[in-house]
């Protein structure tokens, strides 16, 4: 009887198991674009456009940097 029991469990988890996991694993999301999410979130799109969250996203440049660094020396850690 210990042995059917043992028996049981073990293909309880040899072949049970592993179909429950896969069955609940969700697909993994894609990603689908900023303006795909704004034609919903109209309101929270401009917000962000108009943060400085948006600016760390920008590729630096003469537009896009806000400071003069012409000659500027930075030391870290002596």
């Known amino acids: 009887m210990i042995f059917l029991t043992r028996l049981g469990f073990l293909w309880f988890l040899f ?3 592993p179909t429950l996991a896969s069955a ?6 894609r990603y689908v674009g900023s303006e795909t999410c ?3 979130h109209a309101a929270e799109t401009e917000a962000w ?3 400085h ?3 760390a996203w920008m ?5 896009t940097v806000d400071g003069d660094f012409d000659n500027a020396e ?3 850690r002596g």
Do not use: L
């Not at 609940?24 to 999301?29: A, E, G, H, L, Y």
């Open 15 to 17: 072949a049970v198991v």
């Open 49 to 51: 456009r108009s943060s």
């Open 24 to 29: 609940q694993t969700p697909d993994v999301p």
């Open 38 to 40: 704004a034609t919903c």
């Open 59 to 63: 590729e630096p440049g003469e537009a």
């Open 53 to 55: 969250h948006a600016k």
């Open 74 to 76: 930075f030391t870290h």
